[in-house]
Each structure stands twice: as structure tokens, then as C-alpha cells.
């Protein structure tokens, strides 16, 4: 007999842990609020991500935390390798057919291939675990290197947009990117990511 589940007990349902070859994607809790806090606050990365605010505190990660705790449209994941905190992951689902990866790490791990991997296995995550067909990201014309993660996803250029980031207290142009369903599927070679539960 089939049974109705809500989408929230649906969600809770879903792998809370995703492992590359060298990563461990997990929800970020309140024990993660220091790495969080010391990795996010530097103005090279709030430059180049949209809704971070820099400085960064122990308070705005802690804030950061307990709303990626409630059941909402965006799932988060903190990037560790070695057991040691990298940066963070997730996919924003709060705008319908819209859905949005959004990533960062770290200067001190920068250039080591985490973002591509990280992202492969979030992109990964969002499609064996949602129905949409198209995921949606950006990165700031000035920033080459997230650009190259994402076309290394998969991902088409499709125009330029300008964004608000919080950092900068400002708009900017942002290279807008899009992935389909079926382009991921046939680029799934990469599929070193597997689930644990």
C-alpha cells in the first residue's frame, strides 16, 4: 500500500552524506561553527560569493548553521577531506525550475581540485535526488577559476547577469551557467561519488 509522505519527511529521508575519492560532503552543525567561521572570513572569497558577509564571525556561521538545519529549499553540505573542513557545497531550491549550485573553499586549499570534485558530487546529489532537469550556477566574470569548475561539471555558458553581492554592497556581472539532465547523465563518467547513509 502506497502511503502519502510529506516533503519534509521526504527530505529527511535523503543521504545526509555524499563521498568522493577524497572528500566527505555532510550537513554542517553547530560543532563545525569555528572551521566555518576561520575559513569563510577572508575577503577573497566573500568577493566572489554572493550572500557571504565579510568580515565573517562565529555568530554568522552559527546563524548560518541552525538555518541549513531547518527543512527548507536548500540543501547544504560542509566539504571535508581528511576530516578536515575545506569549504561548503549546496544547491538552492527556494526558486522554482531554478535550482542553484553554489560552492566555495578555503584560500588554503585552493588549486587542489576540491571545488571540481566537490561540485561533481553535489551535482550528483541534486540529480538523483530531485526531478528537475536543469541546475542553474554563476561565477563572477573576474573569477576564472569557478568558471573553469563549472564548464569541468558540465555546465554551458548560457549569458551574463548582474548580481548582488553582499560583500561588495554592490551589483556585479556574473557568468551565468546551465547543466541538464541529460548532459549530466552522459558526462557521468565521472561517478566516484557514492552515498552513505
Request: charged letters at 25%.
Amino acid at each position: 500500500m502506497l502511503q502519502d509522505f510529506s516533503s519534509a519527511t521526504l527530505r529527511e529521508a535523503r543521504p545526509s552524506v555524499v563521498a568522493t575519492e577524497r572528500l566527505t560532503l555532510r550537513r554542517p552543525t553547530l560543532a563545525d561553527v569555528r572551521a566555518i567561521a576561520q575559513l569563510a572570513n577572508d575577503r577573497r572569497i566573500a568577493e566572489n560569493t554572493r550572500r557571504l558577509p565579510h568580515p565573517y564571525s562565529a555568530d554568522d556561521a552559527v546563524e548560518f548553521v541552525r538555518a541549513t538545519a531547518e527543512l527548507g529549499s536548500e540543501t547544504v553540505f560542509l566539504i571535508e577531506h581528511d576530516t578536515t573542513p575545506v569549504g561548503m557545497v549546496g544547491i538552492d531550491c527556494s526558486t522554482p525550475d531554478n535550482a542553484e549550485l553554489g560552492y566555495w573553499l578555503g584560500v588554503e586549499h585552493w588549486g587542489k581540485g576540491f571545488g571540481t570534485e566537490a561540485a561533481r558530487g553535489a551535482i550528483d546529489f541534486f540529480f538523483e535526488e530531485f526531478d528537475d532537469d536543469h541546475l542553474y550556477a554563476g561565477a563572477r566574470v573576474t573569477n576564472p577559476t569557478s568558471r573553469n569548475v563549472l564548464e569541468k561539471c558540465g555546465f554551458q555558458w548560457s549569458g551574463v547577469q548582474l548580481h548582488r553581492f553582499l560583500s561588495l554592497g554592490s551589483s556585479t556581472p556574473v557568468d551565468c551557467f546551465r547543466l541538464t539532465r541529460g548532459v549530466w547523465s552522459s558526462l557521468k563518467s565521472w561517478s566516484s561519488a557514492r552515498r552513505v547513509r
